[in-house]
T-cell receptor
Framework: DAKTTQPPSMDCAEGRAANLPCNHS???????VYWYRQIHSQGPQYIIH???NNETNEMASLIITEDRKSSTLILPHATLRDTAVYYC???????????FGTGTSLTVIP | SAVISQKPSRDICQRGTSLTIQCQVD?????MFWYRQQPGQSLTLIAT?????????ESGFVIDKFPISRPNLTFSTLTVSNMSPEDSSIYLC??????????FGPGTRLTVL
């Protein structure tokens, strides 16, 4: 399964877009990219996932580069409640197990 | 998405004892998983709980230490056996809904003295 690399921490001003990058340079063609977030030791919350096309839902947008080696999660208008640890995960093609990396701690600043 | 509950939500235990954590889902699901999150760390997959057969453990986790049951499609238990302070963690269950997305329970915060 591909490993992911994320910056350990980021800040974002309230109301601005938060752009969280993730590198997954060893991803293979049929592996999906997932994003979860964890707010203060609660259970992780599913945000979005995609294969190669950009995806958007009510929470966020996911932009995957054409070579699929990296992706960006976009929170369009960050609020204080978006302060959390964000995990980028590449789901293995051989099973349904998710292997979490270290994630990015996002702090939204008033 | 599935609604997942865990019991207990937290516990403080003495070393050498065992604790069984329950995970209940409000709908039938094909796959359930157990994770551990040590203080300040990310999540580590312990095992996949298979209905009607033995759990599949990840490297570094063994059945004697973390026995798992999955008696039906909505319920699973994880036991942390012969506990030591190093077992102090948050234990989370998750379920696979549909074919592609995992949803997580609220977690059980365990402190071992």
């Amino acid at each position: 399964d591909a490993k992911t690399t994320q910056p350990p921490s980021m800040d974002c001003a309230e109301g601005r877009a938060a752009n969280l990058p993730c590198n997954h340079s060893t991803i293979s063609g049929n592996e999906y990219v997932y994003w979860y977030r964890q707010i203060h030791s609660q259970g992780p919350q599913y945000i979005i996932h995609g294969l190669k096309n950009n995806e958007t839902n009510e929470m966020a947008s996911l932009i995957i580069t054409e070579d699929r080696k990296s992706s960006t999660l976009i929170l369009p208008h960050a609020t204080l409640r978006d302060t959390a640890v964000y995990y980028c995960i590449v789901r293995g093609s051989t099973g349904n197990q998710f292997y979490f990396g270290t994630g990015t701690s996002l702090t939204v600043i008033p | 998405s599935a609604v997942i509950s865990q019991k207990p939500s937290r516990d403080i235990c003495q070393r050498g004892t065992s604790l069984t954590i329950q995970c209940q889902v409000d709908s039938q699901v094909t796959m359930m998983f157990w994770y551990r999150q040590q203080p300040g760390q990310s999540l580590t997959l312990i095992a996949t709980a298979n209905q009607g057969s033995e759990a599949t453990y990840e490297s570094g986790f063994v059945i004697d230490k973390f026995p798992i049951s999955r008696p039906n499609l909505t319920f699973s238990t994880l036991t942390v056996s012969n506990m030591s302070p190093e077992d102090s963690s948050i234990y989370l269950c998750s379920v696979l809904q549909g074919s592609d997305t995992q949803y997580f329970g609220p977690g059980t915060r365990l402190t071992v003295l």
